[in-house]
């Protein structure tokens, strides 16, 4: 293995032994030909996790490595947990020049469609609402 290459680990998280329903999964695939791209997917995993606390998040990234990401590609879809279907939050494949445009302006954008993926299994449970939004509710 080259130097410098880190081996990531693969787990299947739909399987008995690491399956949790309190563990949303992020999936995002990016290109490798700019280090922004995995930048971007690390900060989007860290965003999520610290905006809503109380739920579980694990970040995928290009299928662990088993699948080459598309030439200028950055998507990230969203399933409320390992065995649920996963809902595209964001395209940048047709997105761009300049690159910028192929992330989210402000990954807070993307927090009203994971609460609705998320309230599609649990109604009664809404998360990562702030004071202000769970008045309106």
């Not at 998507?75 to 065995?83: M, V």
């Not at 595209?88 to 807070?108: A, M, V």
Request: proline fraction near 7%; charge should be negative; charged fraction near 35%.
């Amino acid at each position: 293995m080259p130097k410098g290459k880190k081996k990531v680990k693969m787990v299947d998280w739909a399987a008995d032994e690491n399956f949790s329903k309190e563990r949303s999964i992020f999936y995002v695939e990016h290109t490798t030909e700019c280090p922004i791209f995995q930048m971007k997917a690390e900060e989007c995993g860290a965003f999520f996790k610290q905006r809503i606390p109380e739920r579980e998040f694990q970040l995928v990234r290009n299928k662990y490595g088993k699948e080459a990401p598309r030439e200028g590609a950055f998507e990230i879809g969203f399933s409320q947990n390992a065995r649920t279907s996963v809902h595209e939050l964001w395209s940048g494949l047709t997105r761009g020049p300049p690159r910028r445009d192929k992330f989210p302006e402000d990954f807070e954008n993307l927090v009203p469609d994971v609460q609705r993926v998320l309230k599609k299994f649990y109604p009664d449970k809404v998360v990562g609402l702030t004071d202000d939004e769970e008045d309106e509710m």
